[in-house]
């Protein structure tokens, strides 16, 4: 059973940066997609972003195209999320999520499509 850590969120002002990471335990890291979703309040939990197990394919969500960029480094088994032009409505615990299959081409964006998760971080933005 692979282990999911995230670490980095904190407390930041609008339009300030934090870059969140997800260090996974485990041979088999490069195999697999990864994914950070966030979850606020009284709200579902959603997708944010995506990346291939090669990293050579990225996938964001609408909220956050050109403002996030997730990277990996699969020889430290981390993905990371790199978060500028914070707003006050990115506030949430963010999540990362291996995906269920290794090898996928095609990532999938729902939380069914990921098998295995870490504990969150809390990321606050003030206005």
């Known amino acids: 059973q692979v282990q999911l850590v995230e670490s980095g969120g904190g407390l930041v002002q609008a339009g300030g940066s934090l870059r969140l990471s997800c260090a996974a335990s485990g041979r088999t890291f490069s195999s697999y997609a990864m994914a950070w979703f966030r979850q606020a309040p009284g709200k579902e939990r959603e997708f944010v972003a995506a990346i291939t197990w090669s990293g050579l394919r990225t996938n964001y969500a609408d909220s956050v195209k050109g403002r996030f960029a997730i990277s990996r480094d699969n020889v430290k088994n981390t993905v990371y999320l790199q978060m500028n032009s914070l707003k006050p409505e990115d506030t949430a615990v963010y999540y990362c999520?291996?995906?269920?299959?290794?090898?996928?081409?095609?990532?999938?964006?729902?939380?069914?499509?990921?098998?295995?998760w870490g504990q969150g971080t809390q990321v606050t933005v003030s206005s």
């Open positions: 999520a291996r995906d269920r299959v290794q090898f996928t081409v095609v990532v999938g964006t729902d939380v069914v499509d990921f098998g295995s």
